[in-house]
């Protein structure tokens, strides 16, 4: 059912709307899907409302002790996302299919938690929360952050390179790729109203290539703003990619797997010639049913104002990351 509401202030501008044809492409594409027995992707655009600034949690939690990574200290043109904002309007597909999860997240039991790190490694680990916060020194990044859906934000998230993990578990020679399992109970994480989450490929699962995730970039986050993730940013540790679509970064880690072949993932399963394993940002390559050479950037201001910019390739990050895929 298509619910129709009334534009608020926040929401975008009729120029920036999907076009009725593309919707309904859309829709149509998702009844293919119900057929074939996948039971339609819900994929990320469905729901894509935002919740105003006063309708909002309360954002701070712990603080963590960090240094600022100079390399990352600031992105020249543009501005650091509302904080507010990058709080209200999220993914998180195991809450919900729209952009206002945050009430749904608060459900995340984050006590005792733990990741494993298994697989093809001489060290296999066992993370608590104390280790991901004290085993690694935690630095501030400051990251452009680029949805598939076509909007960005601008980040600073705390934590340590996926780099140094590796290094701790030492990974053996014919370790290829690494997967990473997200926190999955079906009593509490009962993804989107449509389609059921049974239908669906839970528990979230995303990849990198071993290369990839040893890049300098690749980041874990168990922090953002400051402190602590709040649950709908992914806490207690997610994954962050900055030069991938958003989607390619797992939020509540569980389970990291080095593996030798590439490991199957949740929205490429789902839709893979929509959701391609590599997913770097690239203005050229369109996604089937929009473009991605714009994109919609939301700023400092706590009103969701979006300004239209150009997408950068590898978004921006070319000099770090061009040479994985020379």
Known sequence: MVLIQIPQRWQLPEHQVTSETAFFNRRRF????????????????????AQTATDSPTVGTRPLPFSTNPLFTQIADRDLTNELVAATY???????????????????????????????????????????????PLEERIYRFRCVEAWAMVVPWL????????QAVDPKSNAKFVRFTSFFDREITKGPTFPPSQFLPFPYTESLRI?????????????VYGHTLPKQHGAPIRAVIPWKYGFKGAKSIVKIELVDTQPATFWNTLSPGEYKFESNV??????????????????????FEWQEVPTLKYNGYGEFVASLYS
């Open 282 to 303: 690239d203005p050229a390559v369109p996604h089937p049913r929009w473009s991605q050479a714009k994109e919609r950037l939301i700023g400092a201001n706590a009103e």
């Open 30 to 49: 998702l009844k293919t899907l119900v057929g074939a027995g996948i039971a339609g992707s819900a994929l990320p655009l469905i729901g894509c409302q």
């Open 90 to 136: 999220n993914n998180f597909y195991e809450f919900g299919g729209t952009k206002g999860i945050w009430r749904n997240a608060q459900a995340l039991p984050t006590e005792d938690w733990q990741v494993e790190v298994t697989g093809l490694v001489n060290n296999p680990r066992t993370f608590d929360l104390d280790d991901l916060t004290k085993s690694f």
């Open 211 to 223: 290369d990839e995730m040893a890049n300098d970039l690749a980041f874990f986050a168990v922090g």
């Open 159 to 166: 934590g340590f390179p996926m780099n140094a993990l590796l």
